[in-house]
């Protein structure tokens, strides 16, 4: 079984900054894409950004510029570093990761449990 564990949401002034951070765990043989997902109240559930285990990133339109994802494979964890945060910006926040459990078994889609973020002043 793999666990996705997020952390790092909070309340943060307009023009702030927050860390969310996602270490996966459990039986692990391969993480590929990881990537952040945010859901407002009464909205979808929408891509933030997205990381390849090469590097390679993808970011929504409504956050380029102001939002950085990395990931250390090392530590099975990706972040999102997130500045000039706006209201809009209010959600909670996802984790998604496709891993493989061993050499063996098909890729698997795993979400975390989420962590709100609150831009407010």
């Known amino acids: 079984q793999v666990q996705l564990v997020e952390s790092g949401g909070g309340l943060v002034q307009p023009g702030g900054s927050l860390r969310l951070s996602c270490a996966a765990s459990?039986?692990?043989?391969?993480?590929?894409?990881m990537g952040w997902y945010r859901q407002a109240p009464g909205k979808q559930r929408e891509l933030v950004a997205s990381?390849?285990?090469?590097?390679?990133?993808n970011y929504a339109d409504s956050v380029k510029g102001r939002f950085t994802i990395s990931r250390d494979n090392a530590k099975n964890t990706v972040y999102l570093q997130m500045n000039s945060l706006q209201p809009e910006d209010t959600a909670v926040y996802y984790c998604?990761?496709?891993?493989?459990?061993?050499?063996?078994?098909?890729?698997?889609?795993?979400w975390g449990q989420g962590t709100q973020v609150t831009v407010s002043s």
């Open positions: 459990g039986s692990i043989f391969n993480i590929y894409n």
């Open positions: 998604n990761g496709r891993i493989s459990s061993s050499a063996y078994t098909i890729i698997k889609n795993y």
């Open positions: 990381i390849t285990n090469g590097g390679s990133t």
